[in-house]
């Protein structure tokens, strides 16, 4: 049944296809209220148990065992399906400005501008793909380098600014815990660039001296101190993620979202 | 001691304008800088890229330059890229650009490749190869199965050509076949490697995996490091500075140096001017309280 | 009328000025909200999303879904659509539930998969954590690094290696009352944390100023030295 085919009846497939799934849509929408929570709790139940299974089950000479060769075909099936998802984010933003078009809302010049943008870049990208020139190239450029490159990089510079005033602001000695903060980063922002480096120069960087040197110090902080606190964080967050794991597989998850009723 | 208590109320505009001359003043009027000093995970990163040019098995192995980074933090990543990609070209290792996480990475990473290709006389297809982007969600089961079929689980390159047809890709089959990993990335990636892929290979040893975070992701890397899951790490900015000593190449990160040194010591001014306001006020109102 | 546009030279030119506009424009926002910096803004978000559009198609779409159902004939490739097209009921109200399914399927392979990350991430965390020798090994003089310079050296540093890591887990657990020297440890505990968050804000400062240095890089040389008044680079 599975076997590709060409021409004409190539879409008839599709469309019989189509056709079916709007078949399994209504059977679907026809699952009456109590039975629709267990539905969606065997589905996470059976796609969580085949990497589960795949992961445990021994594997053979070949490193495989008889649920890997499905890997690579749910690895396309996955890229297809969370492509289509990306389009949830571009509907959402494209509706909220549509209707500030549609309505008139105040600023509704700049929504324009916003899809103006949109469709001038993907526009230029399809051409650049389907029609490949020189010409294509440097339009599509235009709106790639010149603009999104230069607005992305600037927009997230001026972060610079805010920081220079928040860290000139909260950086004050006002308890154990503020003055160990900002000692420890004193030292890192010191030991991070070459003039601060410069300041411990002429200090050997060998034998027991080399632990004077800013560098070391910032860097021992680093690796030394930074690190395990880090680390013993981090096992939390593990254990933790892996709690959460199973509370969706088993669908033991609580919350707005699990608890409503569907 | 009121010229005191007001530097610790510093207009922000004011703030804003010195950060800007302490950035642009070493652009404007050149000064030399001294040679940064080069950390341990650096050296380690380059002796890491050294040792698989220097492996006559591994040298033939595709090395995976993964670009999850957008323009946003392209002053960090972008010259990660391209410290690194100089390296790679240098030692003539085959690699392929690939992003998951953000869809601007493989553009950016082919804008650094088209750049350096004809002073290391490397070839699109035949040197190195772009697979492209593909979404976030849809990572893992990509990367689980890459272990076994690269070709089948990227399918095609950014230009729509099977990867099978490509002759870089020739004898590239899946995880046995990878000299290293490489991340350059602005958000958290780096777990979908280490836990899928890196320890997947037919042999006892991991996949070198190198590790370009921007410098806020950096500290948390750290027990990755002594771990050995990282055999190296270049630390945003930094990292690309010392790498290009390292490689003896003067680009965008040696220049920006002073830039860097200058609105660090900056910054460390103004904390310390605050603090000084901070105290004069207490001391103020203390005296004010006696009286 | 055009011909600019295949001339690398010009578009060279056309992109630096177009990029030095969208930079000044943003910049703007410095000194106080304006209209200038909304419309770049809004052509920021809109030139992001279109973009992911356009790789969204050209590099997964196109090549692993419409290529092999249409030009190879994968008719059963058809079926993403639908499928894919249940992410979209989360937003109407009577069919919403059936968004579930899709969602589902995608929790459950995360949740599956969550073993083997687990495994391969964390064991050899925590194997690096317990494996720290607490005796001077030999040749750790010779090792690299000021702070292996002596064997001693060594020792000391994987002592307070698993001290921090200690102190630090139990800050944060919250099982019981923390009382006595258990509340010592967890405030020490509070104390390094407060080591490390210093050590990560010295980083993020600098990783602000990089990005800030890079926008400051392409106004001085690439724009005002090099596009307006012709310098060499």
Redesign the interface.
């Given at each position: 049944m599975?076997r590709?085919?060409?021409g004409p009846t190539?879409w008839l497939?599709?469309l019989?296809?189509?056709a079916?799934?709007?078949v399994?849509?209504f059977v679907?929408?026809a699952i009456p209220s109590r039975l629709?929570k267990p539905?969606?709790?065997l589905?996470?139940?059976?796609?969580?148990?085949?990497?589960?299974?795949e992961?445990?089950w021994p594997v053979g000479a070949d490193?495989?065992n008889f649920l890997?060769p499905w890997?690579?075909p749910?690895?396309?099936?996955?890229?297809?399906?969370?492509?289509?998802?990306?389009?949830?984010?571009?509907?959402s933003?494209a509706s909220v400005h549509l209707r500030a078009v549609a309505r008139q809302r105040s600023?509704w010049g700049?929504?324009v501008?916003?899809?103006?943008?949109?469709?001038?870049?993907?526009l230029t990208?399809?051409l650049r793909?389907y029609r490949p020139n020189?010409?294509n190239e440097?339009?599509f450029?235009?709106?790639?380098?010149?603009?999104?490159?230069?607005?992305?990089?600037?927009?997230?510079?001026?972060?610079?600014?805010y920081?220079?005033?928040a860290?000139?602001?909260a950086?004050?000695?006002r308890s154990?815990?503020?003055t160990?903060?900002?000692?420890?980063?004193?030292?890192?922002?010191?030991g991070?660039?070459?003039?601060?480096?410069?300041l411990t120069?002429n200090i050997p960087?060998q034998?027991?001296a080399?632990?004077f040197?800013v560098?070391?110090i910032?860097?021992?902080?680093?690796?030394?101190?930074?690190?395990?606190?880090?680390?013993?964080?981090?096992?939390?967050l593990?254990i933790g993620?892996?709690a959460t794991?199973?509370r969706?597989?088993l669908s033991l998850e609580r919350g707005s979202y699990f608890d409503k009723e569907? | 001691m009121g010229f005191l208590v007001r530097l610790q109320d510093i207009d922000r505009r004011v703030l804003y304008l010195l950060l800007a001359v302490a950035v642009s003043f070493p652009f404007l009027f050149p000064a030399p800088v001294p040679d940064p000093a080069i950390l341990p995970q650096t050296q380690s990163f380059f002796r890491t890229v050294e040792a698989v040019s220097a492996d006559p098995v591994r040298r033939d192995k595709l090395v995976i330059l993964s670009c999850n980074f957008s323009s946003s933090t392209s002053a960090e990543s972008l010259t990660q890229t391209e410290t690194v990609m100089r390296h790679l070209m240098k030692n003539k290792l085959k690699f392929a650009i690939f992003s998951f996480n953000d869809p601007q990475g493989r553009e950016l990473g082919q804008l650094i490749a088209n750049r350096l290709q004809d002073e290391y006389g490397y070839q699109y297809g035949r040197d190195y190869v772009n697979w492209g982007f593909r979404p976030p969600a849809a990572a893992v089961n990509t990367v689980k199965a890459m272990v076994r079929n690269i070709p089948e689980a990227i399918g095609t390159d950014a230009n729509g050509t099977r990867l099978v047809e490509i002759p870089v890709m020739r004898n590239i089959r899946g995880a046995n076949d990878l000299a290293a990993i490489i991340e350059i990335t602005g958000s958290n990636s780096l777990p979908v490697w280490l836990q899928y892929l890196q320890r997947t290979g037919a042999g006892a040893e991991p996949i070198p995996t190198l590790y370009c975070p921007t410098a806020v992701m950096a500290p948390e890397a750290f027990p990755l490091l002594k771990s050995g899951q990282l055999q190296g790490m270049l630390t945003g900015l930094k990292g690309a500075i010392e790498y290009e000593a390292l490689l003896n190449v003067r680009g965008f990160a040696t220049r920006a140096s002073a830039s860097l040194s200058y609105s660090h010591f900056l910054i460390l001014a103004l904390i310390v001017l605050g603090n000084l306001g901070t105290f004069a006020a207490r001391a103020q109102a203390r005296r004010g309280g006696a009286r | 009328m055009f011909d600019f546009l295949t001339n690398p030279g010009a578009m060279r030119t056309a992109n630096v000025w177009f990029a030095a506009l969208c930079t000044l424009g943003l910049y703007s926002i410095l000194y106080r909200e304006n209209r200038f910096f909304r419309f770049f803004e809004h052509l920021f978000i809109g030139l992001a999303t279109g973009y992911a559009v356009y790789t969204t198609w050209n590099d997964t779409l196109r090549p692993r879904w419409w290529d092999p159902m249409v030009a190879e004939g994968r008719w059963w490739w058809a079926f993403a659509l639908p499928a894919g097209l249940l992410f979209y009921l989360i937003y109407s109200r009577k069919y919403s539930w059936m968004s579930r399914l899709i969602f589902a399927v995608f929790f459950g392979f995360a949740a599956g998969q969550a073993f083997q990350g687990f495994a391969a991430y964390y064991f050899p965390l925590v194997r690096s954590a317990i494996n720290v020798p607490l005796v001077p090994a030999a040749g750790a003089a010779a090792a690299p690094g000021a702070y292996a310079l002596t064997p001693m050296a060594g020792v000391l540093n994987n002592l307070l290696f698993l001290f921090i890591v200690i102190s630090v887990m139990t800050y944060f657990f919250f099982s019981f009352e923390q009382k006595g020297p258990v509340a010592g440890v967890a405030r020490m505990g509070r104390y390094l944390l407060m080591f490390a968050f210093g050590a990560i804000f010295g980083s993020t400062v600098m990783a602000r100023m990089s990005l800030l240095i890079g926008r400051t890089d392409f106004l001085i040389n690439d724009w005002i030295r090099q596009t307006v008044f012709r310098l060499p680079g």
């Open positions: 599975f590709p085919v060409t190539l497939y599709i019989g296809a189509l079916a799934s709007g399994i849509f679907l929408q629709r539905l969606v709790a589905i996470t139940f059976v796609a969580g148990l085949y990497y589960a299974t992961f445990f490193g495989a890997t890997i690579d749910l690895a396309q099936m996955t890229q297809v399906l969370q492509a289509f998802a990306l389009g949830l984010g571009v509907y933003l600023g700049f929504s501008v916003l899809f103006a943008g949109l469709f001038a870049i993907a990208g399809f793909e020189r010409f440097n339009v450029n235009f709106f790639f380098v010149g603009g999104l490159q230069s607005l992305d990089a600037t927009m997230f510079s001026i972060i610079a600014f920081i220079v005033s860290a000139y602001r950086f004050r000695v154990i815990e503020a160990i903060l900002l000692t420890s980063a004193f030292v890192v922002m010191l991070q660039v070459a003039l601060g480096q410069a120069n960087n034998q027991f080399a632990n040197r560098e070391n910032a860097n021992w902080i680093l690796t030394r101190v930074n690190s395990p606190a880090l680390l013993a964080v981090d096992f939390g593990g993620g892996l794991a199973l969706l597989w569907l | - | -």
